[in-house]
């Protein structure tokens, strides 16, 4: 093993060693974003999340979609309504967006009661998040991103006015941390060459370059080799002993196409690190900086100045910690809601 990549593992375990083995006694407040349209792992994220606070481990302040059609905020409002949250305030992208094809939220949308009714009557995400930002104590907000960072784009964009400080400003003040599903972290150091696909950043690749250049405050990833399809984790299967009423329930059996089934669990494993932290399902790296190309390929620097990290599989002898990690997240998921 040459000295650096010696170096790379020391950093890495001291990190893990000193980092809190448990999470926070006072509830973490949480903005949500989600595309809620591609992948059922949207609606996983959201349930956990839900479950979580359920438990007074987090406050959900406000959730947004990164996409322009409206099913898909009518289906995050579906879920926090079926978990007993239906004023959580909701923002959607305006402007320039992504729009694709959903298996599951035109359906959603039409079996379950909601209010997003117009998006006229629906404000922007990123205007929302600078309000509720603004009304919170200094750096004690997480952003979770599990799709598109075009309302970070936008929010950070936001200038200053008589009434507000600047997005970039209200975020360097009250956010502690960014959670971001997304990148690929292969090697030591590691680096994207996109084989693993990365959709979360390619699909608004200005506005992913800009957030993980500009974002200030500190970033972990929760990257596809860890958490999404080619880490080899799933659950969701277990969602059919669930309420035939549970959305997130129906979320995944229209994108089975029949019964619910599982599927991997990168959204879910984003949204359970940025509440609980480090605990014995996953390592943290060492800090450092990701070198961004324009195409979101990207090689990676160590250096403990940097202000961003990302998860690391745990030794996974015989795949004894992916099953503890689907156990984890499963119990979770399928959380029966507070009455």
């Known amino acids: 093993m040459n ?102 939220s035109r359906q959603i949308a039409t079996e379950f009661p909601h209010r997003v009714k117009s998006a006229s009557e629906i404000p922007d995400a990123a205007h929302l998040y600078r309000d509720v930002l603004a009304e919170q104590p200094d750096h004690s907000v997480t952003m979770i991103t599990v799709g598109y960072l075009t309302n970070l784009k936008n929010l950070l964009a936001l200038p200053a006015t008589d009434q507000h400080a600047s997005g970039i400003d209200i975020v360097r003040a009250k956010v502690s941390q960014y959670v971001c599903m997304g990148g690929n972290f292969i ?26 250049n500009q974002w200030p405050t500190e970033i972990v990833f929760a990257g596809r080799e860890v958490c999404s399809v080619p880490s080899g984790v799933r659950i969701g299967e277990s969602l059919r002993h669930t309420p035939a009423d549970n959305p997130v329930r129906r979320v995944y059996e229209l994108y089975s196409g029949g019964q619910a089934s599982n599927r991997h669990v990168a959204d879910l494993a984003a949204v359970y690190y940025a509440i609980r932290g480090i605990t014995d399902c996953w390592d943290l790296s060492a800090p450092g900086k990701m070198q961004l190309q324009k195409d979101l390929q990207f090689e990676w620097a160590f250096t403990p100045q940097g202000k961003q990290r990302y998860l690391l599989k745990k030794p996974n002898k015989n795949g004894q910690n992916d099953r503890h990690v689907e156990a984890t997240l499963d119990k979770l998921l399928i959380k029966p809601k507070a009455e």
């Open 187 to 212: 090697g030591y150091p590691p680096k994207d060459d996109l084989a693993l696909g990365n959709v979360n950043f390619c699909r608004d690749a200005d506005s992913a370059f800009d957030v993980l």
């Open 3 to 104: 000295d650096r990549r010696a170096l790379i593992l020391i950093l890495s375990l001291a990190w893990s060693i000193l980092a809190p083995p448990t999470w926070a006694a006072v509830p973490v407040k949480v903005i949500f974003d989600t595309d809620m349209e591609t992948d059922c792992d949207d609606g996983g994220a959201l349930a956990i999340l839900h479950s979580l606070a359920d438990l007074g481990e987090c406050q959900i302040i406000a959730c947004g979609t990164s996409v322009l059609t409206l099913d898909a905020l009518a289906t995050v409002d579906v879920i926090n309504r079926y978990r007993g949250r239906p004023g959580i305030p909701l923002g959607q992208v305006k402007g320039q967006g992504v729009r694709l094809t959903s298996k599951f």
